[in-house]
């Protein structure tokens, strides 16, 4: 673990793709081992390192995306990465692939869509399954982005599966939260969830090229009109809506400078660690809720009662919740007896 510590610190990719497969492990001997990595990392200064605006030393900044399937994302975060590699910065990109409900397998696919920047040598990009984990981000990403920092990665975008109820999950890890929409036709509005718009620091019309670009002029003005309904989660930040063309390349220089405006603003408040602060407490209690689960599961007598307990739920003998009382029961944490069904 030492040596891995050592090559991480000094921006080796190898060492990084290893901490990171330990952090995501399910071994507890490889989590143990991660999270003392993490905690290493943790307690170095954060990297910092040139301004390509040309406005001094800029600290980490960690970016979340999301957005429906075909909005472009993986499209986007390509033609950003290149342009911030190609002004000599170092850019993370964690891609989480969602997990098939069937056979709990990824594809893992999102890297082979980023074919420039997953071969640039000031990129990193690092696909993972998110493993049935609620709000399309993998369990340990809050963590594989602490190790990329320690590897000397400034700029984390977090892709995230798509659009969801429980999508939002992202913005308690991130910096500044991004949506990523296509200027589809119709009532944009309709087809995503009011907790998303409400969460985002930025709201970008991707694909504004050629046919398509007349409704991406009417996507921009609904989502501008949208966000001024909306109460704002910061007190020196209005979201704002820009419209880009990951596949010309154009409005990604505007949309950056608009997202170094926010650091900006965010860091000189004091907002920004103060979030950063937040987010920590919230992720030790997914941790916890993770970890209880994991235990839960693993008890020998919920072990040996659970297939008769889940026979007689799903033949109707006893409802979910009664089910629920008695598994608790079982290790004490519940209140009352169980609750049998009537003789």
């Keep these: 673990m030492k040596d891995v510590l050592q090559r991480l610190f000094a921006g080796e990719r190898s060492a990084l793709a290893r901490a990171i497969t330990m952090v995501e492990s399910r071994s507890a001997r490889w989590q143990n081992e991660g999270q003392s990595m993490v905690a290493a990392a943790l307690q170095r200064p954060p990297p910092s390192q040139a301004c390509s605006s040309g406005a001094g030393p800029r600290s980490s900044f960690r970016i979340g995306l999301t957005g429906p399937p075909g909005a472009g994302k993986s499209t986007f975060v390509e033609a950003l990465g290149t342009m911030l590699t190609a002004r000599q910065e170092k850019v993370a990109v964690l891609s989480i692939d969602p997990s098939s409900a069937l056979s709990g397998g990824s594809i893992l696919g999102d890297k082979t869509r980023m074919t420039h920047l997953s071969r640039d040598p000031l990129a990193y990009v690092r696909p993972s399954p998110s493993s049935g984990t609620l709000g399309g981000v993998a369990r340990n990403t809050c963590d594989s982005i602490v190790l990329c920092e320690a590897a000397g990665f400034n700029t984390i975008l977090v892709e995230t599966v798509g659009v969801g109820q429980s999508e939002t999950a992202v913005?308690?890890?991130?910096?500044?939260?991004?949506?990523?929409?296509p200027p589809g036709a119709g009532d944009e509005l309709q087809g995503i969830k009011r907790g998303i718009v409400e969460l985002?620091?930025?709201?970008?019309?991707?694909?504004?090229?050629?046919?398509l670009i007349p409704a991406a002029r009417r996507a921009h003005y609904e989502y501008r009109s949208a966000l001024k309904l909306m109460k704002q989660r910061s007190a020196i930040w209005s979201p704002r809506v820009i419209s880009v063309s990951s596949l010309e390349q154009t409005g990604i220089d505007k949309a950056w400078s608009n997202m170094l405006e926010f650091h900006a603003a965010m860091t000189g408040s004091g907002e920004l660690h103060?979030?950063?602060?937040?987010?920590?407490?919230?992720?030790?209690?997914?941790?916890?809720?993770?970890?209880?689960m994991a235990k839960f599961r693993a008890h020998p007598d919920i072990v040996a009662q659970l297939p008769e307990l889940e026979r007689e739920v799903s033949e109707g003998r006893l409802t979910a919740g009664q089910g629920a009382d008695t598994l608790l029961a079982i290790m004490g944490l519940h209140d009352t007896d169980p609750i049998l069904p009537l003789p």
Excluded: C, E, P, Y
Aim: aromatic letters at 8%.
């Design 171 to 181: 913005a308690d890890m991130v910096d500044m939260f991004i949506l990523v929409m």
């Design 200 to 211: 985002s620091d930025m709201v970008i019309v991707n694909k504004a090229d050629g046919d």
């Design 274 to 292: 103060s979030k950063r602060m937040r987010q920590a407490n919230i992720w030790m209690w997914h941790h916890v809720t993770d970890r209880i």
